[in-house]
T-cell receptor, first 113, second 114 residues
């Protein structure tokens, strides 16, 4: 059984388009995250949701909007895609508490042409 | 603010030898957790090992152990008996008790030589 799943795995699109990435976890976790990993492999947190409420919104452009319909899902919608948005986007989830590790999805490789 | 530093962008190790990947951290949280993740070339993020700030003993998981020195704020990962499959990016991360977020270091690329 997949713990954290993301769709699609690959996404190739033109500049200016709008796209969404879906994430689902079946671990019963109460916190979900979106990360962006750039070409240098640096992981930057974008958003964090705890029980469907946004608790972190790092300085990302407002073209990025997370949507959490329920505790098991955290989708990422991106408007007006730009070349610099090309990256791998990871969804992750965890329980609250310092001792709880994050479980990551397989990643979505976004390429903006 | 929390910060993780990994000063080794790349490391090489001979197969079957041990290797230490460095990680230092900075936080003002009284309680925190330290984590190591592995990212092979296939891209997935794999959790390896966890160390709590109040744990008295260093964490171990199979060939992985964590050399935790709280006073020096370091949490180095030791991989014993390296295997070719250990070649990957390794990330050190921290989670404090005042926030939900994880802070990741920039990573170390480990290459195991035959």
């Amino acid at each position: 059984d997949t713990a954290v799943s993301q769709t699609p795995k690959y996404l190739v699109t033109q500049m200016g388009n709008d796209k969404s990435i879906k994430c689902e976890q079946n671990l019963g976790h109460d916190t979900m995250y979106w990360y962006k990993q750039d070409s240098k492999k640096f992981l930057k947190i974008m958003f964090s949701y705890n029980n469907k409420e946004l608790i972190i919104n790092e300085t990302v452009p407002n073209r990025f909007s997370p949507k959490s319909p329920d505790k098991a899902h955290l989708n990422l919608h991106i408007n007006s895609l730009e070349l610099g948005d090309s990256a791998v986007y990871f969804c992750a989830s965890s329980h609250q508490g310092v001792a709880n590790e994050q479980f990551f999805g397989p990643g979505t490789r976004l390429t903006v042409l | 603010a929390q910060k993780i530093t990994q000063t080794q962008p790349g490391m090489f190790v001979q197969e079957k030898e041990a290797v230490t990947l460095d990680c230092t951290y900075d936080t003002s949280d009284p309680s925190y957790g330290l984590f190591w993740y592995k990212q092979p070339s296939s891209g997935e993020m794999i959790f390896l090992i966890y160390q709590g700030s109040y744990d008295q003993q260093n964490a171990t998981e199979g060939r992985y152990s964590l050399n935790f020195q709280k006073a020096r704020k370091s949490a180095n990962l030791v991989i014993s008996a390296s295997q070719l499959g250990d070649s990957a990016m390794y990330f050190c991360a921290m989670r404090g008790n005042y926030g939900q977020n994880f802070v990741f270091g920039p990573g170390t690329r480990l290459s195991v030589l035959p």
